[in-house]
């Protein structure tokens, strides 16, 4: 997956939180934020940390996702630039509501919580923008409940792969992601996913190239999801 990046001269550029802002402040933002990189299979937070920073993605792709006792994850989102992650912590000041994990290499901002509120008091409309962010998580999380409900594990796994490819016209997508990946965000064992995934060959709508999936009929996966194809 190729994230999308921001214009290079504006860290900030794209980003919805920040797009009501002057110029002038949000190159003080950009100056408030520590610059991070994430190598693939990173953590960038896990649940339960302080949420003492809001992160900017800039580059990459992160897996948000809750862990249960036994061990076994539940993925919430697949978050790319010029998204953000961590702004549920910073609103309640409690600790991370789920962990982060880098799915590529990454390059991203973090903004202190203390530099976040007070841009916050001196710019009130950020909060429409951080309302919006919440809500889509809200509808997110709604959405995936929904799919567990009436989509069969091969829909489930079809409109994952659909979400991995993003918003992209390009004939071929190529989505690297490993298995045991794959099977945490569609929700089902190994096994069965890649029982899906060699359904989904044979059908001449993907193919495998080691770690990679190489989406080669984008329309068939959106169908078999049941999503509307554009």
Known sequence: ??????????????VDMFSGLEPDVR??????AVPRTYRKGQLLFVENDPGESLIVLKRGAVMVFRTAPTGERAVLSVVRPPDTLGEVSLLDGAARSASAEAIEDC??????RHAFIELVHANPRILDAVMRSLGALIRRL??????????????????TLVRLAGETNAPMVTIELNQSQLAEMAGGSRQSVNQAIGSFASRGWLRTEGRRIVVTDLSALRRRAGMTDR
């Open 1 to 14: 997956m190729e994230g999308r990046l921001p214009d290079p001269g504006d860290a900030l550029t794209g």
């Open 27 to 32: 190159q003080r933002v950009i100056q408030a």
């Open 142 to 159: 709604t959405e995936q409940n929904a799919d567990h409900v009436f989509l069969d594990l091969p829909g489930r796994v079809a409109k």
């Open 107 to 112: 390059q991203a901002l973090a903004l202190s």
